[in-house]
């Protein structure tokens, strides 16, 4: 019997979710912010890891201890693989690279999700998915409203590009450089991709978490 061939929709994509800032905006750690009886990042895990992603590496920083003690007390799961970046006050940069360091040759994809985004959904994040497993594009960008947002997906061609960032930069360099082959999805409700910068944010937000 013959095997199958190779589909793009078999493609494996690694989830890499960012959460060592300093949260020198809010005044306390946003992972660890209280949603009911939940943190932030309960939440965010949850919807993470019942999505097609194949698996997930969390990069610390920041209050890492304690971090990495309410992970796994919500998400035990051998999805999960934690990073502790010790250089994460030179910038987001630096927990890209220590990140990428781990992610493993058989991916085809990464997907970049924050810490701070705790109305996202497993819907969203595998609406995204499915659109880089069936198009040749090297980075699918969520659109809310008009304005691009988070989680985004590269193909991993582009990881040595993601390594040679510098400072505080995440991924635009490259979404701008890339843009006129971006693929953009358009996602409904918009506030699915609010994020938590202040605590007027996490204020407004706490309202839609059920």
């Known amino acids: 019997m ?3 061939p190779w589909k793009k929709e078999d493609q494996e994509v690694t ?4 959460i060592a800032g300093c949260s020198s905006r809010m005044g ?9 009886n939940q943190s932030s990042i309960t939440l965010i895990l949850h919807q993470v890891l019942r999505s097609d992603l194949s698996r997930v590496i969390v990069v610390l920083g920041y209050q890492a201890r304690k971090i990495k003690k309410e992970i796994f007390k919500a998400s035990p799961s051998s999805k999960i693989k934690i990073v502790v970046n010790p250089e994460f006050k030179k910038g987001l940069s630096t927990s890209i690279a220590g990140a990428l360091s781990h992610v493993e040759p058989k991916t085809s994809g990464i997907m970049f999700l924050m810490g701070d985004q705790p109305l996202l959904t497993t819907a969203v994040i595998n609406k995204l998915l499915k659109i880089f497993r069936t198009t040749s594009a090297p980075v699918v960008v969520p659109l809310y409203g008009q304005r691009p947002g ?3 997906i590269f193909r991993t061609s582009l990881i040595p590009e993601l390594k040679n960032l510098h400072g505080d930069t995440g991924g635009r360099e490259l979404i701008r450089k890339y843009w006129s082959e971006v693929q953009t999805v358009s996602i409904r409700p918009q506030r699915v991709g609010w994020d938590m910068d202040t605590w007027e944010d996490y204020q407004k937000i ?3 978490v059920r």
């Open 150 to 152: 988070n989680p985004v």
């Open 28 to 36: 306390s750690p946003k992972p660890l912010l209280p949603f009911g």
């Open 2 to 4: 013959k095997s199958s």
């Open 206 to 208: 706490k309202d839609f």
């Open 15 to 18: 989830g890499i979710l960012l």
